[in-house]
């Protein structure tokens, strides 16, 4: 059971706008920045979005990130097939000493 | 540009020790956080821990008492110990860049390396 709450999958065609929602609590997406990392199959994560709406160099403006109160979003406009993978949100939860908490993931599929 | 490559055995027998080590190539450990993350076969994705290149550590609470992540600065190496392993650790396990506040987010991350626990 993940601390942030994704759907596990979602799907569109190509040159659909899609949504990935995320919810946490006051401790985590409340409170802290929230990043998103996309995992291409047989990959290793890389982040998508940082601190809850920046785009690192290199990712296109097609993703953005979103956030309110203890939830947020990244929307992935102008679907390409080339965006199937496995999105997860992240953020620094300040219970106990802190730590990170992720999401459990939600496929994309691209139809 | 940084780069890390996690290295060491993929078979580790139930109640045994997992030695994992991370190589930091194109930079230096010093003055940057180092995290270990893990991801069970087809699941998602579990912090473990964060070392500071000081040396000060962060654990996940869940896995603290197994738990040692240690720098060693002469061969820019991090090395991650889980002690006392069930079937329950078989994952595929990340070394990443960044980590050590809410601030600084994981960048970049190794191509991970998959652990099997099992006699």
């Known amino acids: 059971q993940s601390v942030l709450t994704q759907p596990p999958s979602a799907s569109g065609t190509p040159g659909q706008r899609v949504t990935i929602s995320c919810s946490g609590s006051?401790?985590?997406?409340?409170?802290?920045?929230v990043y998103w990392y996309q995992q291409l199959p047989g990959t290793a994560p890389k982040v998508l979005i940082y601190?809850?709406?920046q785009r690192p160099s290199g990712v296109p403006d097609r993703f953005s990130g979103s956030k309110s109160g203890t939830s947020a979003s990244l929307a992935i406009s102008g679907l390409r097939s080339d965006d199937e993978a496995d999105y997860y949100c992240?953020?620094?939860?300040?219970?106990?000493?802190?730590?990170?908490?992720f999401g459990g993931g939600t496929k994309l599929t691209v139809l | 540009q940084v780069q890390l490559h996690e290295s060491g055995p993929g078979l580790v027998r139930p109640s045994e020790t997992l030695s994992l080590t991370c190589t930091v190539s194109?930079?230096?450990?010093?003055?940057?956080?180092w995290s270990w993350i893990r991801q069970p076969p087809g699941k998602g994705l579990e912090w473990i821990g964060y070392?500071?290149?000081?040396?000060?550590?962060n654990y996940n609470p869940s896995l603290r008492s197994r738990i040692t992540i240690s720098v060693d600065m002469s061969k820019n190496q991090i090395s991650l110990k889980l002690s006392s392993v069930t079937a329950a650790d078989t994952a595929t396990y990340y070394c990443?860049?960044?980590?050590?506040?809410?601030?600084?987010?994981?960048?970049?991350w190794g191509q991970g390396i998959l652990v099997t626990v099992s006699s």
């Open positions: 990443a860049s960044g980590g050590g506040t809410s601030f600084n987010w994981f960048d970049p």
């Open positions: 194109g930079g230096s450990i010093s003055s940057d956080y």
């Open positions: 070392i500071y290149y000081s040396g000060s550590t």
């Open positions: 006051s401790s985590n997406i409340g409170s802290n920045y």
């Open positions: 601190r809850n709406n």
């Open positions: 992240a953020a620094w939860d300040d219970s106990l000493s802190g730590l990170w908490v």
